[in-house]
């Protein structure tokens, strides 16, 4: 390598040197031996640099020494077969395993994708008593064999269930879900009672069907009010003289009304009231005395329970008299209006009232 310089020839003295060191990584006796002789040829083309011709010599002597040795490395397989046949134990667990996946798969698709499945395991949770999870698969089942019967039976016992927890509003819904099964009924109304009795005055309550105004809380019993009132019922259906006694409002709100909103065990919960209402002495107009379920408030009692009642600002009949027999009070914009409107009128809203036992 004449001509080159001082840098350069020492540049190509590091290369051979590297390639030289790099049998190192090298598995193959035969490829260190191929690799040391290419080292060698570097260094004596480098002459009398440094001790290349040293170098050199080493190199090949290295490369004739690998030579002579042979490469112990195990032969690569054939084919799959050559290898180590597992044990028939070990043949048989696979099987077994692989077997039990494709089981726990098929069941998995059955029992949750056929009807039959689903019944089988809506069984299950309710055997072990989990009358929850058992109602709601139930459920899903409408028709399917006994599904809608097993579904009454569980959701009653989850409802059941809430009721010994205290857990009123939860049983309250539940119960009214299946309110003609068993004794439902019973136990709704005994839920819903629960609930008023815990309720703060002027407080919203559901019972039955409609929504009251909590207006008064005794030892045993609370009054309740009507939240919204009732529209298109007019105090009697004729232009008459009426009392409260005599009036078609009164005899609808005790019959029809009260059985369209409240169940036999509600009815048998609301206290049979002496209802006196009283002449009206400005205009001498008489009024009556009765024993009723539901009523509705005097004159007084608009003004006592005023305050819970102002958020509907909806005109409202009163019970008693006004200037004639032909008409009765009512209130407007939180006033009482003495003096009445006709009976037969049907845009004064009904707002019916009813003293509840909570014993």
């Given at each position: 390598?004449?001509?080159?310089?001082?840098?350069?020839?020492?540049?190509?003295?590091?290369?051979?040197?590297?390639?030289m060191d790099s049998i190192d990584?090298?598995?193959?006796?035969?490829?260190?031996?191929?690799?040391?002789?290419?080292?060698?040829?570097?260094?004596?083309?480098?002459?009398?640099?440094?001790?290349?011709?040293?170098?050199?010599?080493?190199?090949?002597?290295?490369?004739?020494?690998?030579?002579?040795?042979?490469?112990?490395?195990?032969?690569?397989?054939?084919?799959?077969?050559?290898?180590?046949?597992?044990?028939?134990?070990?043949?048989?667990?696979?099987?077994?395993?692989?077997?039990?996946?494709?089981?726990?798969?098929?069941?998995?698709?059955?029992?949750?994708?056929?009807?039959?499945?689903?019944?089988?395991?809506?069984?299950?949770?309710?055997?072990?008593?989990?009358?929850?999870?058992?109602?709601?698969?139930?459920?899903?089942?409408?028709?399917?064999?006994?599904s809608e019967k097993r579904y009454?039976?569980?959701?009653?016992?989850?409802?059941?269930?809430?009721?010994?927890?205290?857990?009123?509003?939860?049983?309250?819904?539940?119960?009214?879900?299946?309110?003609?099964?068993?004794?439902?009924?019973?136990?709704?109304?005994?839920?819903?009672?629960?609930?008023?009795?815990?309720?703060?005055?002027?407080?919203?309550?559901?019972?039955?069907?409609?929504?009251?105004?909590?207006?008064?809380?005794?030892?045993?019993?609370?009054?309740?009010?009507?939240?919204?009132?009732?529209?298109?019922?007019?105090?009697?259906?004729?232009?008459?003289?009426?009392?409260?006694?005599?009036?078609?409002?009164?005899?609808?709100?005790?019959?029809?009304?009260?059985?369209?909103?409240?169940?036999?065990?509600?009815?048998?919960?609301?206290?049979?009231?002496?209802?006196?209402?009283?002449?009206?002495?400005?205009?001498?107009?008489?009024?009556?005395?009765?024993?009723?379920?539901?009523?509705?408030?005097?004159?007084?009692?608009?003004?006592?329970?005023?305050?819970?009642?102002?958020?509907?600002?909806?005109?409202?009949?009163?019970?008693?008299?006004?200037?004639?027999?032909?008409?009765?009070?009512?209130?407007?914009?939180?006033?009482?209006?003495?003096?009445?409107?006709?009976?037969?009128?049907?845009?004064?809203?009904?707002?019916?009232?009813?003293?509840?036992?909570?014993?």
């Open positions: 390598m004449a001509g080159l310089s001082e840098a350069e020839l020492q540049s190509q003295y590091n290369k051979a040197k590297a390639l990584c090298l598995t193959k006796n035969s490829d260190k031996a191929a690799t040391l002789k290419r080292a060698a040829k570097r260094f004596e083309a480098l002459g009398e640099y440094s001790d290349s011709p040293a170098m050199a010599a080493k190199c090949q002597a290295e490369a004739e020494k690998y030579s002579k040795m042979e490469d112990n490395l195990p032969p690569a397989p054939k084919n799959p077969m050559d290898l180590k046949k597992p044990s028939k134990a070990f043949t048989w667990f696979l099987r077994i395993a692989v077997f039990l996946v494709i089981v726990g798969i098929l069941g998995f698709f059955y029992t949750r994708k056929t009807d039959h499945g689903a019944y089988l395991r809506s069984s299950f949770y309710e055997s072990i008593g989990n009358h929850e999870k058992a109602y709601k698969m139930f459920l899903h089942l409408k028709d399917y064999k006994d009454l039976q569980n959701r009653y016992q989850h409802a059941c269930e809430l009721m010994e927890k205290k857990k009123f509003m939860d049983a309250k819904n539940a119960f009214r879900e299946i309110r003609d099964y068993k004794d439902s009924g019973a136990k709704l109304t005994t839920a819903e009672i629960k609930l008023i009795k815990k309720t703060k005055k002027n407080g919203d309550v559901l019972f039955g069907e409609a929504h009251w105004i909590v207006a008064e809380k005794k030892k045993d019993k609370v009054f309740l009010i009507k939240t919204k009132p009732v529209n298109g019922i007019a105090y009697n259906t004729t232009d008459d003289n009426v009392t409260w006694k005599t009036s078609s409002i009164r005899e609808y709100l005790n019959s029809t009304y009260m059985n369209d909103i409240f169940t036999d065990e509600m009815i048998q919960r609301i206290i049979k009231t002496k209802v006196v209402v009283k002449d009206n002495k400005k205009f001498g107009t008489k009024g009556s005395t009765t024993k009723d379920k539901l009523f509705m408030l005097n004159a007084g009692q608009a003004y006592k329970y005023g305050e819970g009642l102002n958020v509907f600002l909806k005109d409202y009949w009163l019970i008693g008299p006004g200037e004639t027999q032909r008409e009765a009070q009512f209130v407007s914009a939180g006033q009482v209006k003495e003096a009445g409107y006709p009976v037969n009128d049907r845009y004064i809203n009904t707002r019916p009232c009813f003293w509840l036992s909570t014993k």
